[in-house]
């Protein structure tokens, strides 16, 4: 069975930064992307952030310059390291292990307050 965890959520004040993890395990083989999305209080999901096995990244408007994507194939993982936090950045955070997988973790609250 195909599993997706997610932790590094937190409380952090506007400016600060995080480091989200994602590590994905079972039977896991071929190409496939990884992703974070997030989901803030009264909106849709949306992507945040997309990584495919060669490298190529792929990033929200409201976050490019700010957030940085990262995966590690050896380990099935992926990270979001985020800076310059602002309240706007509020919401549960999930990642996506990709097609043919499309398998989503459970979720990790950040919340950007003073």
């Known amino acids: 069975q195909v599993q997706v965890v997610e932790s590094g959520g937190g409380l952090v004040q506007p400016g600060g930064s995080l480091r989200l993890s994602c590590a994905a395990s079972?039977?896991?083989?071929?190409?496939?992307?990884m992703g974070w999305y997030r989901r803030a209080p009264g909106k849709e999901r949306e992507l945040v952030a997309s990584i495919y096995q060669n490298g190529m990244t792929n990033y929200a408007d409201s976050v490019k310059g700010r957030f940085t994507i990262s995966r590690d194939n050896q380990k099935i993982a992926v990270y979001l390291e985020m800076n310059s936090l602002q309240p706007e950045d509020t919401a549960v955070y999930y990642c996506?292990?990709?097609?043919?997988?499309?398998?989503w973790g459970q979720g990790t609250q950040v919340t950007v307050s003073s």
């Open positions: 996506k292990l990709g097609r043919p997988y499309d398998i």
């Open positions: 079972g039977r896991i083989f071929g190409i496939y992307a």
